[in-house]
């Protein structure tokens, strides 16, 4: 035990040598180059990012943008189990969909954050925008969860006559936890590239996105930076607070932890 | 009503597994098919369980039968706890009653006192008495089991017997019961069907009029049973 708790802080530690490394470049690198509006030094950065928290419209533009975010990550996770359990479960469902996901998959984003801009109101574009890049992550995570679905078990229950619909709830979904969950937590980080990414062409009224445009379009590099930052930290907050959840309703219900 | 196989017909791949099979089996009673590995036992159960349709020939079965299976492996759901996974095939029994019926048949396995372990918290012959509970805790009149005692050590398994037939003999429900194991027929059956290999032929059937309490592997009949049984089978 202690053995691999030494070995867990010896890891975070190179962390640190790393988050060291990468100021310490930066530094040197705005020194070299000496010309703020290309590469600000990083106390430059930190005191903008500062100045943008403490600004009193702050949480608008954040909570704005973790609002499309979610929505379109939870229309998304639903729609994905949903149809994903469709077409585990027939194979026609499965062929239907499979030109859809397929273009889904291979569209630029750009195209996508195109067109949206074309059919839709501007604060709902980074929504969409954000459920078609994820979507296809969820479902075929759920796909592929069905097809390791221990297939004993759905023989055990068809033969006492459980229904699919009960069989749905206490053999596909506990055995697609973990394929959920991964599936979730890999689009998380793909939501926000792509809300942001959307919020910088759509402009909407507050949002992240907006507000890296703004900052752009005022050549004011180190806000830029800041709210990048900004964004990076919601990421791995939302996913680390998505993991508690998911391990949090596991426990309680399968009384166990998963593969 | 017995379950009447006629004349039953089944390829599986240009295989044939049976080939105008006629088998009776009676009514609360145990029937022990015997017979080597992969000849087509499980097969049967399947046929009988209407999971596969013979290519040709009948089933005839009671008008009202209703089947429970023990498996070769305890196929118990891993998220669900001991009485959990009892619970679960009970659907058509009113909430009430069922709480009882679980305790009952946990109770018969001597397992109440692990109602609220999970399968992986169980050793492996703890998880087959969960799975026969279930099996008898689900109102069927005909058991099928295929191979349950596979893979246990000899106490386990003689101590499974003892336990099997305390549960079985409250209702005396049909059971058709597959295995290669000649100790295992014949200590469980009542009817001992010897099938040969593929395409399965019924080489012999014997009846074990032993009863029940007195059958051991010391016992004259048995012994006489057994060797005849070897005889056959070598």
């Not at chain 1, 750009?110 to 925008?129: E, Y």
């Amino acid at each position: 035990m202690n053995k691999v708790k030494g070995r867990t802080n010896k890891g975070s530690w190179f962390s640190l040598v790393s988050i060291t490394l990468i100021l310490i470049i930066w530094k040197f690198a705005s020194l070299i180059i000496d010309a703020d509006i290309i590469l600000p030094p990083p106390e430059i950065v930190i005191k903008s990012l500062i100045n943008i928290i403490t600004k009193k419209n702050f949480s608008d533009r954040v909570l704005n943008t973790l609002f499309r975010g979610l929505a379109g990550f939870t229309i998304s996770y639903i729609s994905g189990i949903i149809l994903g359990l469709c077409s585990g479960l027939s194979s026609r469902c499965k062929f239907l969909l499979q030109p859809i996901t397929s273009i889904i998959r291979s569209t630029p984003v750009i195209s996508i954050i195109l067109l949206a801009l074309i059919w839709f109101k501007n604060s709902n574009v980074p929504i969409f925008v954000g459920f078609l890049m994820s979507f296809p992550i969820i479902y075929g995570n759920v796909v592929e969860g069905i097809s390791t679905v221990d297939k004993v078990l759905l023989e055990m229950a068809n033969i006492y006559k459980i229904k699919l619909k009960t069989q749905i709830i206490s053999i596909y979904l506990p055995s697609l936890v973990p394929f959920i969950l991964a599936g979730a937590s890999l689009s998380l980080g793909v939501v926000w590239k792509s809300v942001i990414a959307a919020e910088v062409l759509s402009q909407p009224k507050w949002g992240i996105g907006t507000s890296l445009n703004e900052a752009k379009s005022f050549l004011i590099t180190e806000e830029v930076l800041a709210w990048t930052f900004i964004a990076i930290l919601l990421s791995v907050l939302t996913e680390h607070l998505f993991r508690l959840i998911h391990y949090l309703i596991q426990g309680k219900n399968y009384g166990h932890s998963f593969k | 009503m017995d379950i009447h196989l006629s004349n039953i017909n089944f390829k599986y791949n240009n295989l044939i597994i049976f080939d105008g099979l006629n088998l009776n089996i009676p009514k609360g009673k145990v029937t022990a098919i015997l017979g080597p590995s992969g000849c087509g036992k499980t097969t049967l159960l399947n046929l009988i369980s209407g999971v596969i349709k013979p290519d040709s020939g009948t089933i005839d079965y009671p008008e009202t039968q209703i089947l429970s299976y023990i498996f070769q492996e305890p196929r118990l759901l891993p998220w669900k706890n001991v009485s959990e996974n009892i619970n679960y095939v009970l659907g058509n029994i009113s909430r009430d009653k069922r709480d009882e019926r679980i305790h009952h048949y946990l109770e018969k396995m001597e397992l109440v006192k692990f109602s609220n372990y999970y399968p992986r918290e169980l050793s492996g012959g703890m998880k087959q008495r969960v799975s026969i509970a279930r099996a008898f805790a689900y109102p069927s009149n005909t058991i099928l089991m295929d191979e349950p005692f596979k893979g246990l050590d000899l106490n386990l398994k003689l101590n499974l017997f003892k336990l099997f037939d305390e549960i079985w003999k409250e209702d005396q429900r049909t059971a058709i019961f597959v295995t290669h194991d000649i100790h295992e027929a014949l200590l469980l059956g009542d009817q001992i069907v010897v099938f040969s290999n593929r395409p399965v032929k019924i080489r012999r059937k014997f009846d074990n009029t032993t009863p029940y309490n007195e059958r051991t592997l010391q016992n004259s009949s048995i012994l006489q049973l057994e060797k005849e049984l070897y005889t056959l089978l070598s």
